[in-house]
């Protein structure tokens, strides 16, 4: 059974730094793109990052770019997120999600299995 | 910036059958966006329903089914039951590793 059990969440004031862990277990974690989706209170998902499988490739959407650094550990089955200078709208929970089909040469991507997620909070 | 529009709201009643939509704000969503489909309860994680496009996940009732309509696309679910109100959220692949979500449907079963 696939497990996802993300940490790492707290308190930061604005401008601060927090890294999220990811640890994964269950699958062969190195054959596996795995990705970062959050969820501000209330409001709906959004696609953070993703990193494939061997490292890499990395991804990020704009809100986060320049910000946030993705990276995994193959031999600890672990991804994270290093997330910088954090601002009041990046408060959410943070869900960590591994990814399906994202290989060659059936390239046909979805998120399969997530974790269930870790909150964030940004406040001075 | 191009949004992933979805109806926000959306009441059916027990055992009728329910259609939500999925879009571009500028465009027309394709198989190539390989569009999938996410519930979720409050507190809860998202859960997989619909990936590429038609494709069930594991254990999801064949009552769920997804498909391209029109410009669009889409979940239907055919006989809804009340444990399927949740909110239902579709995502794109829009490239280049690249992923946007909808806002989401609320659906409400009354």
């Known amino acids: 059974e696939v497990q996802l059990l993300e940490s790492g969440g707290n308190l930061v004031q604005p401008g601060g730094s927090l890294r999220l862990s990811c640890a994964a277990s269950?699958?062969?974690?190195?054959?596996?793109?795995m990705s970062w989706v959050r969820q501000s209170p209330g409001k709906g998902l959004e696609w953070v990052s993703l990193?494939?499988?061997?490292?890499?490739?990395?991804y990020y959407a704009d809100s986060v770019k320049g910000r946030f650094t993705i990276s995994r550990d193959n031999s600890k089955n672990t991804v994270y997120l290093q997330m910088n200078s954090l601002r009041a709208e990046d408060t959410a929970v943070y869900y960590c999600?591994?990814?399906?089909?994202?290989?060659?040469?059936?390239?046909?991507?979805?998120?399969?299995?997530w974790g269930q997620g870790i909150l964030v909070t940004v406040s001075s | 910036q191009t949004v992933v529009t979805q109806e926000p709201s959306f009441s059916v009643s027990p055992g009728a059958t329910v259609t939500l939509t999925c879009g571009l704000s500028?465009?027309?969503?394709?198989?190539?966006?390989?569009p999938s489909w996410y519930h979720q309860t409050p507190g809860q994680a998202p859960r997989t329903l619909i990936y590429?496009?038609?494709s069930r996940s594991s254990g999801v009732p064949d009552r769920f089914s997804g498909s391209i309509l029109g410009n669009k696309a889409a979940l239907t679910i055919t006989g809804a039951q009340a444990d399927d109100e949740s909110d239902y959220y579709c995502?794109?692949?829009?490239?280049?590793?690249?992923?946007?979500f909808g806002g989401g449907t609320k659906l409400t079963v009354l």
């Open positions: 999600a591994k990814l399906e089909g994202w290989t060659l040469p059936h390239f046909s991507p979805y998120f399969d299995s």
């Open positions: 500028s465009g027309s969503v394709s198989t190539s966006h390989l």
């Open positions: 995502v794109l692949y829009m490239g280049s590793g690249n992923w946007l």
């Open positions: 590429t496009t038609n």
């Open positions: 990193i494939s499988g061997d490292g890499g490739s990395t």
């Open positions: 269950g699958f062969t974690f190195s054959r596996y793109a």
